[in-house]
């Protein structure tokens, strides 16, 4: 069925250093990809996302990349700070946009 | 945040209960979702809505079901309760389907016991 997969599961970088999160989805046809941020007992919110007719989106020290032709996308977080601590959730969209399918999340720990 | 609650907050039952979570939202979106969150799965849906009274099934449905007989409110029922159903519930609101940025309410935490 539609899945979206992510890895790593944990990431742990020490402050300054880079974080690269990475997904997979199933369905060729999807063409939005958000990614989510959700702090401790918070609820997740948007930070970036990508459409399918571009295949690198920044802003700040966020950027994500898309290769429609691998079916993959990543979450790339520079100068990583305490406050970027979180889990982080990949998704995709499904079945003509009525649905995201989002991946069992990555849990990013930027020690100090 | 955007204007969207969901209540309880929290909720003890025990096996074999009907449980009703609630999301209200003011923010006049058509789209309405609802998803579990479980460690190690991410968030996923469990059914949603694209208008008053449709509605349509995700990928875990079994179990529960939905009502949405106005715009700002959206109701998830689990019939009979069982344990596999304790997790953390968030309802979550668009205004463009899946396509643009989705708000998510707080969260209703439910346990069964």
């Known amino acids: 069925g539609e899945n979206v997969e992510q890895h790593p599961s944990t990431l742990s970088v020490q402050e300054g250093d880079s974080a690269v999160i990475k997904c997979t989805y199933s369905?060729?046809?999807?063409?939005?990809f958000p990614w989510y941020k959700q702090e401790l007992g918070k609820r997740p919110q948007l930070i970036i996302d990508?459409?399918?007719?571009?295949g690198e989106k920044k802003d700040q020290r966020i950027a994500v990349t898309l290769n429609k032709t691998a079916k993959h996308f990543s979450l790339h977080i520079t100068e990583t700070q305490p406050e970027d601590s979180a889990v982080y959730f990949c998704?995709?969209?499904?079945?003509?946009?009525?649905?995201?399918?989002f991946g069992a999340g990555t849990i990013l720990r930027v020690k100090s | 945040d955007a204007g969207i609650t969901q209540s309880p907050r929290h909720k003890v039952t025990e096996t074999g209960t009907p449980v009703t979570l609630r999301c209200h939202q003011t923010?006049?979106?058509?789209?309405m979702y609802w998803y579990r969150q479980d460690p190690g799965h991410g968030l996923r849906l469990i059914h949603y809505?694209?208008?008053?009274?449709?509605?349509d099934k995700g990928e875990v449905s079994d179990g529960y079901s939905v009502s949405r007989s106005k715009t700002e409110d959206f109701l998830l029922t689990l019939e009979s309760a069982t344990s596999s159903q304790t997790s953390v519930y968030f309802c979550?609101?668009?205004?463009?389907?899946?396509?643009?940025?989705?708000?998510f309410g707080p969260g209703t935490r439910l346990t069964v016991l």
């Open positions: 979550a609101i668009s205004g463009l389907a899946a396509y643009n940025e989705q708000f």
């Open positions: 369905d060729s046809a999807s063409n939005y």
């Open positions: 990508i459409r399918s007719n571009v």
């Open positions: 998704a995709a969209v499904m079945e003509y946009g009525n649905k995201l399918v």
């Open positions: 923010e006049n979106h058509r789209y």
């Open positions: 809505s694209y208008g008053v009274k449709d509605t």
